[in-house]
């Protein structure tokens, strides 16, 4: 359940009753592999690596705070997905969870194709190399630009959220001489097991077409009709940070029942369907998400039996893993400052970063782990709330963790699993740069997305 929302914001001073929060691990030092990139280790004098490079060493050369990005770990995540699901489906990275021009490039090496939901995505993409074939377009409200561009651009599919939507694009795209290849977001009424504010299949939000009260068929019907659209298929996104399949088997008979009615009233079999993204991954050793094998053998297993069930050819599947591939890929390096005991409560622990670089423990109540990284240490674990810079009671970046007793200013310390909506979601709140994202592969280690300057504030204050 999440926590209530203090009317100001969230709650001042927020403090766990004795017991709600879990016992210390058993040893400080260790790094969950769940939790961790693959690369992550402990040299022999007990402080962090990745690729083989010393964490210390980075935060010296780049600077603090840093996104480190672990590149063979992201490649092998992105392999693992294009191989479960095989090249009788697509497999599309969700570019919302991180987008660089460099992952663009690794995507495209790794043959996986790309889903944008802005115009700024949609460039990164095409400026990358990206084949515009290869891109999906999604969003609620694209405008006329976006949407003009898109079809000039040549992308594979944009999914239409609207009925507006649906004349929007038809039009344009008949202006510019072009049959657009198109699919419906339809909403199938699917309460997803996770934060309100990242479900987003039952009726009540902003994404997609009803399927209840007939809207969706309506939609077909008049897309079918529009000389500048050519339907592929239905698309449908339960939620986020998902581990029960359950959700998806309802979602699934449901779009399957509608490509029944489809295919009924028109005569036509649609040949794709999109069951989105939205897989969990471990944030904290207590999250236990499912291989991607797993979840294309139980994905295609339920797509294949509604379609048998309703004497349909079993469309091509589509998928939209984004977190699931780049968010166990990365850590956040932070360098410890002020240290705040409260006798009786917990100590806090201010690093040099924050909600700016790590909104969704704010925005989402979301729970990390948290390692003392530049060093090993054999001290009593001591109750922490590790905090921003920030000017919020709310700037929170881990809630309730465990760190050595013996945790000075100037030590180093990480938060795996920020490869997903932290630089994606960053901000200049404060007017606190945001940091870069470095990634790492074999010993050497390069800057991807520099770290912003104040010279780059500046600029966009015209005066």
């Known amino acids: 359940m999440s926590r209530s929302a203090h009317p100001a914001g ?111 995505e949609l460039a990164t993409a095409l400026s990358a190399g990206m084949p515009a074939d290869r891109i999906a377009f999604h969003g609620n409200n694209k405008s006329v630009t976006e949407i003009r561009r898109a079809i000039e651009a040549g992308v594979g599919r944009i999914v239409l959220d609207s009925f507006q939507e649906i004349v929007r694009v038809a039009h344009i795209a008949q202006s510019l001489g072009r049959r657009q290849r198109v699919q419906i977001r339809v909403t199938v009424g699917v309460e997803a097991h996770t934060h309100e504010f990242i479900a987003t299949a039952h009726e009540d939000q902003k994404f997609g077409i009803p399927l209840a009260g007939g809207q969706a068929a309506e939609a077909v019907r008049r897309a079918l009709q529009l000389d500048g659209l050519e339907l592929i298929g239905i698309h449908s ?43 969990g ?4 050793s207590d999250d236990d998400p499912r291989e991607p094998h797993e979840i294309a053998k139980a994905l295609t297993e339920i797509v294949t039996r509604e379609c048998e069930g309703a004497r349909l050819a079993t469309p091509r599947i589509s998928v939209e893993p984004g977190r699931a591939i780049v968010g166990p890929t990365a850590f956040t390096v932070y360098e410890v400052g002020t240290i705040k005991p409260l006798d009786g409560l917990r100590t806090y622990v201010s690093v040099d970063g924050g909600m700016s670089d790590n909104i969704r423990t704010a925005l989402y109540d979301a729970e990390y782990s948290v390692s003392l990284v530049s060093r090993s240490s054999d ?6 709330r590790v905090v921003g810079k920030h000017c919020e009671s709310g700037d929170i970046v881990v809630r309730d963790a465990f760190l050595p007793g013996d945790l000075a200013p100037g030590d180093l310390i990480a938060v795996p699993a920020t490869g997903a909506y932290c630089r994606s979601m960053a901000s200049n709140y404060n007017h606190v740069l945001r940091p870069p994202v470095v990634a790492v592969a074999d010993g050497e280690a390069r800057v991807i997305v520099r770290r912003e300057t104040e010279d780059d504030l500046l600029r966009l204050d015209v005066g």
Not at 23 to 40: E, G, H, I, R, S
Not at 242 to 262: N, P
Not at 379 to 384: R, T
């Open 10 to 120: 969230p709650r001042y001073a927020d403090v766990l009753p004795e017991g709600h929060y879990s016992a210390p691990p058993a040893d400080l030092n260790a790094l969950d592999p769940k939790v961790w990139a693959q690369t992550v280790g402990r040299d022999e004098d007990g402080a962090l690596t990745v690729g083989g490079v010393p964490v210390a060493r980075l935060a010296e050369e780049f600077g603090t705070p840093a996104y480190i990005l672990d590149e063979t770990d992201f490649r092998a995540r992105a392999q693992a997905w294009r191989t479960a699901f095989g090249d009788d489906a697509d497999v599309f990275y969700a570019g919302k969870a991180f987008l660089s021009r460099a992952v663009v490039r690794w995507l495209h090496e790794e043959g996986l194709n790309l889903d944008v939901c802005s115009g700024g």
């Open 237 to 279: 996104h339960i939620g986020s940070q998902i581990f029960d399949m359950s959700g998806f088997e309802v979602a699934a008979h449901r779009v399957v029942g509608l490509l029944k009615e489809i295919r009924d009233e028109h005569g036509v079999e649609l040949p794709e369907i999109d069951l989105g993204g939205g897989l």
């Open 281 to 284: 991954i471990a944030y904290t």
């Open 379 to 384: 001290a009593e674990p001591m109750l922490c």
